[in-house]
Each structure stands twice: as C-alpha cells, then as structure tokens.
C-alpha cells in the first residue's frame, strides 16, 4: 500500500504540472470516475475514496478502499485578438487518487489527491500581448487528509485539510510588464462537510471548503494582484435519493472568485499591473448546477449520466485575457459506467463532452475572441478491502 501510494502521489506531481483546460474556471466538473459520469453530482451520494474533493463527509459511508484515475482531455481551443489568430490542439492526462481506512465503526481516516488548473500552448502563435507567443499554464494539486465521525447512524461530520501545491508560468504578456518566467507556491486550506440520511432512501449533504491560501508567486508580483493567487473559497448542498436500482443526484455549488484579487479585479481596474488594485481576470461567481442520475442493471453492472450547467466566469466586457486561460465552457454533458470485476475489484469509464461557447469580448475588449471544445475520458479503478 505504502508502495503504491508512493508512486501515484509521484504521477500526481508530475501530470498536473501539464494541466491545461478546466470546466469551471480552473475546476473540472466532477472529481472521481463514477462522480464524473453524474454530471459531478456526488455531495450527498458519495461513491469512491475520492469523495473528500466533492464532501470530506462523504468518506465516512465508503468503507476501506483505494481508488485512482487518469482523464485524458482532448480538443481544440482558439483565440482571436485583434487579428492575431491562434490555436491549440489539447491533449493532456491529469490523475487522481483517494485511499480511505475505516478506523472504528464511526470513525474513517483518509486522503484524496486532487488536480486543477487551466493554460495554453499556441506554439506557433501570432504575439498578441506582446513580442512573443502566448504560453501560460496554472497548475493547482490538493492533497486532504480527511476524518470523519459519524454521530449517530447514517450522520456523519467530516473535515478535511488541503495542502497545496502551486506552479504558474507565463509567456508573451511583454506588454503588460510581465516577464517570461514559472514560479511556484505551497499553500493550506481546510474543507468541512455533512452528510445524512433524512428519510427513507434520501440523503441530504452540504459542504464548505475555505480559501486555500498561497505563498507569494515572487516571479510574478509585477503583473499578479499583491503576487499571489489562492484558489477561491466554495460551498455547496446536495440531495441524493435511491429509488430501487435507481439514484437521482443533485448538487449546487458556489464558487467565489470575485473574492480573489487576481481572479476578480477588472483589466480595467485602474492600479499598476501587481497592485493590489491592478489588473485581473475580471471574473464573476459561479453558480453550479450538477444533475446525475444511476441506474444498477445488474449485480455487476451499473451506468449512468449527467449535466453540469452554470453562468459563465467571464463577462463579455472581460474577455481580453480569456486568449490567456480559455476556461468559459462550463456547461457539459456525462456519461458513465461501472463494472465489478469481483467483489473487490471495480472498473469505470466515464466521458464528458464540455459544451462549445467562444466568447466575444464587448466594451474594452472588444475584438477579442477565445474559446473552443473538449471531451474528457477517465478511466478509474477502485478496490475495497
């Protein structure tokens, strides 16, 4: 096990430094396989060890297990400022991994891995913002270690404490001062969560994960409000019902990144790039809608899909750097399957077709133009003990 761990952790570092393309803002849609295949929705219906990225409280009602993954993410993604046509062909692995211990009757320990992050490539790119081509890659990996406690039966607290780990490179944003370099950071944050069986066959969870607070990104002070960029506080509901071989699944998640500086301030705000007033993104929150329904076919197989649908980040008036970090196609659609190889031993497919939207820039970013589609494939293996 403590091989095993080792080695996945080691994949983790290395493969979510390449992140390139998220759903919401730098956040998939859903984190674990079988979530995937809900359309995300997994609050109140906790499905592999992985649980602790959606509900810390979740872990308490999976048992002994370890589960990882790997999603591929392909597509093509295309950006127009001003004239300066550009274009990336995506395709790029991100894992995850979650091991979960049942300690005593109430009491779980566990740990997920999680990755997010958002950037492009142009390679052979027209300059846009300055002298050179447009690269720029955020790449954000959690790692929680999560307890839960169960309270009294079917109730359970779970609580959660994100380590995180940071690397952000820029390139050819020479004219906004930027200079062509990487940096990275390390960061903590704590999640806290509820799940609970509120009437027959229906369960009711709710969340909250604050802010994970990171180090100063040094290299970038002189174009980052106050240098630093935090991944943004979030809370969430969802309500999960089981219905024979059916379960109905529905979540709700704000997301708060007008609550960071550098996610939040305007291009327009009016301070010098790196102030704490200087400028940003632009973004606004995020309110996510998740829907996923399951349905058991047979004792060893089950299958599944599901939306995800929420306002779009970026406002049109904002959409000068989406060129940057073209993460605004946050409505998608999920497919999904699980196959029990043994009693042990599971295997799932799940597939995400993020819906196309370019987004046209009105106002001050008026002539630009980014966006693009992308399908996503995981493929995950879980084993209970």
């Not at 047979?298 to 000068?320: C, F, I, M, W």
């Not at 497919?349 to 630009?368: F, N, Q, V």
Request: aromatic share 10%; charged share 15%; net charge negative.
């Amino acid at each position: 096990m403590r091989k095993l761990f080792a080695i996945v952790l080691a994949g983790v570092m290395v493969l979510s430094a390449k992140v390139v393309e998220a759903s919401n803002g730098s956040q998939y849609a859903g984190y674990g396989a079988q979530a995937m295949g809900m359309g995300g929705a997994s609050i109140a219906n906790p499905t592999d060890s992985t649980a602790a990225v959606n509900n810390p409280a979740g872990m308490g009602a999976v048992g002994t297990r370890v589960d990882g993954s790997l999603m591929a993410t392909g597509g093509q993604l295309r950006s127009n400022v001003h004239g300066a046509k550009n274009s990336d062909d995506v395709l790029v692995f991100l894992p995850g991994f979650g091991v979960n211990y049942q300690y005593r009757p109430d009491i779980t320990l566990g740990l997920a891995v999680s990755g997010y992050g958002a950037g492009v490539d142009y390679g052979k790119s027209i300059p846009a913002f300055g002298t050179s081509k447009v690269k720029s890659t955020l790449a954000q990996m959690l790692i929680a270690p999560t307890a839960t406690y169960e309270f009294a039966p079917g109730h359970y607290f779970g609580l959660s404490v994100k380590l995180g780990y940071e690397s952000l490179m820029l390139h050819g944003l020479e004219n906004f001062g930027a200079t062509n370099d990487t940096d990275h950071a390390l960061g903590i944050g704590v999640g806290v969560g509820y799940m609970g069986t509120i009437a027959p066959g229906l369960r009711l969870g709710v969340t909250y994960s604050s802010p994970v607070w990171f180090q100063k990104l040094d290299a970038h002070d002189d174009i980052i409000p106050d240098g630093r960029l935090n991944a943004p506080q979030q809370a969430g509901a969802g309500l999960a019902y089981d219905l024979g071989d059916w379960t109905f699944a529905f979540d709700y998640v704000w997301i708060n990144w007008a609550s960071q500086k550098t996610f939040a301030n305007s291009l327009t705000e009016g301070g010098a790039p790196g102030a704490s007033n200087g400028p940003g993104f632009g973004w606004r929150d995020q309110n996510v809608f998740r829907f996923g329904v399951n349905y058991k076919v047979n004792e060893r197989l089950q299958v599944r899909t599901g939306l995800s649908l929420a306002n779009h980040q970026v406002p049109e008036r904002e959409a000068t750097l989406i060129a940057v970090a073209p993460c605004d196609q946050p409505k998608s659609a999920h497919l999904g399957l699980t196959y029990k190889l043994s009693d042990d031993l599971e295997l799932t497919g799940a597939y995400m077709y993020d819906l196309r939207h370019i987004s046209k820039g009105t106002g001050a970013s008026e002539g630009t133009e980014a966006g693009g589609e992308l399908h996503m494939l995981t493929v995950g293996v879980g084993y209970k003990f």
